[in-house]
């Protein structure tokens, strides 16, 4: 509904269900990817999707989720443990005290934020989210897209950002549990649809409220993980 798949609310469950915060990773962005794919068919099929934002921000995010889940193989548990914290109280508090205010633009600004969508799906691909949290807010506020296509613009990037990402951590042979997989498949493909196309009818500022908060209290939950 909001143009996000919550990786980062998916996250903890994944890491419990798989016992890795590296295998979770994988996991997680296959999800991630998946219902972001979902739901941006939904959007797409409702002309909310524009194609020239996604043709100048997908493959800075993609090269940066392949370089993500190429690093993490090379970085602690500890220091794993210590990034999903800071995603997850970086993003609820994003989301929860900067409603995404809408300024949208005749002439997008479609060359602006390359570094940024880059450094995200680095971030993204370590982690296992596709961070739709991060860009959401730059797609509306640098780029200018009006919110509702932002969402679908948000989702099919995060796809491509997520089957990247999936795809790298695959390979490397550890990097995914695939009954948990399948199991976060069975309800992140119809999740993303149906959240797709119920856009608008529930309160945003409540749903992002409530969703931000429940991120925290989560981040602050595997900060304290990661100080053990």
């Known amino acids: 509904m909001l143009g996000l798949v919550l990786g980062t609310l998916r996250l ?12 979770a990773a994988g996991t997680n962005i296959a ?5 972001a794919g979902a739901g941006g068919l939904s959007h797409a099929r409702e002309r909310r999707v524009d194609w020239r934002v996604v043709a100048w921000t997908a493959p800075p995010s993609v090269a940066g989720a392949i ?3 190429l690093l993490a193989d090379d970085v602690s548990e500890a220091l794993l443990y210590g990034l999903i914290a800071a995603v997850l ?7 929860a005290l900067r409603p995404i205010a809408p300024r949208p633009r005749a002439g997008l600004r479609v060359g602006r934020g390359g570094v940024l969508v ?4 680095v971030l993204g691909g370590a982690v296992g989210v596709i961070l739709g ?5 730059a797609l509306v506020r640098s780029v200018g897209l009006d919110v509702r296509r932002a969402a679908g613009t948000n989702l099919v990037v995060g796809f491509l950002l997520g089957a ?9 042979g550890e990097g995914v549990d695939y009954p ?3 199991a976060g498949l069975a309800g992140g493909l119809p999740g993303g649809w149906l959240g797709a196309r119920a856009t608008g009818r529930i309160s945003e500022d409540a749903l992002r409220l409530a969703l931000g908060g429940v991120l925290v209290l989560v981040g602050v939950a595997f900060a304290l993980q990661a100080a053990l």
């Open 67 to 69: 370089a993500g889940a």
């Open 118 to 121: 880059f450094l995200i799906g």
């Open 164 to 172: 990247a990402g999936f795809a790298t951590h695959a390979a490397g």
């Open 31 to 35: 999800i991630s990817a998946a219902a």
């Open 89 to 95: 109280v970086w993003s609820g508090i994003d989301l």
């Open 12 to 23: 903890p469950l994944i890491v419990i269900a798989t016992g890795s915060p590296l295998a």
């Open 180 to 182: 948990v997989l399948a």
């Open 133 to 137: 949290t991060l860009r959401m807010p």
